[in-house]
C-alpha cells in the first residue's frame, strides 16, 4: 500500500536564508561596534567552521537545554572569536551580545521566492510536515514571524532538546509528532546533515539548493520542483 510520506525540513538555507549566517552576523556586528576594523568575511569564516553544539553532533549536550544556558555557551563561543579577530575582551563581548541579537531576530532571515507557494500546494495535497534544523532556541517564533508556521505541526530546533541531526535521536524526535510515518522524506541542503543523516536514520534525503550531485539523494534546484518530485514516486508503508 502507497501512502504520502511525512516531509521533515530543514529551515536556514532550505526554507529560508541569512546573508553571510553566522559569519555574515558576526561581521555586521564588527562593523556597528567596531567601524573602520578592516576585516573581512575570509578573515571570519574560518574561525567560525566549528566550534557550535551541532559541530559535534554525535554528542548530547543535557546541560544545553534552557535557552539562556544555550546562549551563555554560545555566547563564549563567539567572544572566542571575536578575540582571536583582535578584538579586545569588552569589544568582543558586546560583538557576542549583537551576534546573538542578529541571530534571534527574524528580519535577518529571507524566504526564497517559492517558499509559499510550494508549502501551501504540499499541505493542500495532504501532506504532513514539521521543521527539524540546528539552530538557535528563537526558531519557533522566527518561523512564526516569517509566517510560516501554519504550515506545520511542529518546529524543532536542536537547541531545546540539546540533541543535533544528524543524531539519531534528532529524526526519532522529529518523527513523534508525526505518528512515526511509515514513510519520510528529509529535504534540506546539508549534504552531511540532510543527506547521509536521513539515510542512515531510514528516511529519504532531498537535497535542495545544493551543489552536491550524489546519486544517493534526491535533488531539486527550486523548492517548487519538489511537490511533482514526490508525485513521481511511491512509497511504501513498510520502513
Keep these: 500500500m502507497n501512502q504520502r ?7 536556514d538555507g532550505t526554507l529560508a536564508y541569512q546573508e553571510g549566517k553566522w559569519s555574515g552576523a558576526m561581521l555586521a556586528a564588527m562593523d556597528e561596534l567596531a567601524p573602520g576594523h578592516g576585516l573581512t ?3 571570519v569564516r574560518p574561525l567560525m567552521s566549528s566550534g557550535f553544539p551541532w559541530d559535534e553532533p554525535e554528542k548530547l549536550h543535557p546541560e544545553l537545554t534552557e535557552p539562556q544556558a544555550w546562549w551563555v555557551v554560545l555566547g563564549a563561543y563567539l567572544m572566542r572569536v571575536a578575540l582571536a579577530l583582535g578584538f579586545n575582551e569588552d ?3 558586546r560583538i557576542a551580545r549583537q551576534v ?3 541571530q534571534a531576530d527574524s528580519r535577518s532571515y529571507h524566504l526564497f521566492p517559492d517558499t509559499r507557494a510550494t508549502l501551501d500546494r504540499l499541505k493542500s495535497e495532504g501532506y504532513r510536515m514539521i521543521i527539524l534544523s540546528n539552530h538557535v532556541p528563537e526558531l519557533p517564533q522566527i518561523v512564526c514571524d516569517l509566517g510560516l508556521t501554519d504550515a506545520f505541526e511542529a518546529v524543532l530546533g536542536s537547541a531545546p532538546p540539546a540533541v543535533a541531526k544528524p543524531h539519531h535521536r534528532a529524526f526519532a524526535m522529529a518523527l513523534e509528532p508525526l505518528g512515526t510515518p511509515a514513510a519520510a522524506v528529509l529535504i534540506g541542503a546539508n549534504h552531511l546533515a540532510a ?3 536521513a539515510l542512515q536514520a531510514g528516511l529519504q534525503p532531498l537535497l535542495v539548493h545544493s ?13 517548487c520542483e519538489i511537490p511533482a518530485l514526490l508525485a ?8
Design 100 to 102: 546573538h541579537h542578529v
Design 232 to 239: 513521481s514516486h511511491s512509497f511504501s508503508t513498510e520502513r
Design 5 to 11: 510520506p511525512a516531509l521533515i525540513w530543514d529551515f
Design 91 to 93: 569589544q568582543a563581548r
Design 41 to 43: 568575511l575570509k578573515d
Design 211 to 223: 551543489s552536491d550531485k550524489s546519486a544517493l539523494f534526491w535533488h531539486c534546484g527550486q523548492l
Design 195 to 197: 543527506g547521509h543523516g
